[in-house]
């Protein structure tokens, strides 16, 4: 299948290939972190994708070897210093993850190297989510004093005790385990991942437009009755409330960052969970 046309926006990849719309993240050299340019680029191509009539299908991968690894988390030229600021935020980043869960065609994500923080949120709010099986996944920002603005999706893919096992922890699993609890549809040879999601793509092409439209509405309608979207807009009000808490151990990772360079602060956070009696 030959590419019919290709858009590249500043941190985003648009391609149509036939029926199927293809959308990349494309900061590989920051592991697809999310901007504001990259939330409001992607937003973007979602809508244009979603009102084109031609496309049945989207895909949504990641530039170079990781999918997203979460939002950036570079000084700010402003940092946000209010609660109205952080929910602000938050209810930026969660327009493109509705923007997905309210796109009338499927939505595949196409995941390797990680999935983390708001890059697990982007991959678990797409219909079908494809992993290679040495990605790994989680939702880690809790270790640095933050949480996960879309992160009440979680509990209705894999209950309340694997939720807290991930949320509570800001421990990362791999693809292989999310498969078996249900956070992703598939883990496949890294070497197949492509071939895979190709393959499911052109199959969902083939269902009735009202047919996939209709049914996927009714599926999410499902879960939207029983209160996840409350569920998640008080999520972005816990996200505003701690983000604007002072803790010991977020002031010394964004010490580490001022410093050293976020990949420090990183590296200490890791060390600083993985001894058995860490100190500051």
Known sequence: ????????????????????????????????SLTDTLLNEMYAAVTELDQDEEIRVLIVKGAGKAFCAGYDLSPREEP?????QWRTHAKHGNRLM????????????????????????????????IAAESCMLGEPEIQFNSAP???????????MKK????????DRISASEAERIGLVTACVPDDKLEEEVMALAKKLVKVPVPAMRL?????????????????????EEIFADVLMSETPEAA??????NKEGLAAAFKWRDAFFAEENPEN
């Open 1 to 32: 299948m030959m590419a019919n046309n290709i858009k590249e926006m500043e941190t985003v990849i648009v391609e149509r290939r036939g029926k199927i719309g293809i959308i990349t993240l494309n900061r590989p050299d920051k592991r697809n």
């Open 80 to 84: 946000f210093t209010t609660v109205l």
């Open 98 to 129: 509705f923007s997905i869960w309210n796109c009338r065609k499927p939505v595949i994500a196409q995941i390797q190297g990680y999935a983390l923080g708001g890059g697990c949120d982007l991959a678990m709010v797409c219909d079908f989510t």
């Open 149 to 159: 603005p879309f992160g009440n999706i979680m509990p209705n893919l894999i209950g």
């Open 163 to 170: 939720t807290k096992a991930l949320l509570l922890t800001g």
């Open 215 to 235: 049914n996927k509405e009714a599926i999410n309608r499902n879960y939207e009755i029983s209160g996840m979207l409350d569920a998640i807009h008080f999520n």
């Open 252 to 257: 010394k990772f964004f010490e580490i960052q």
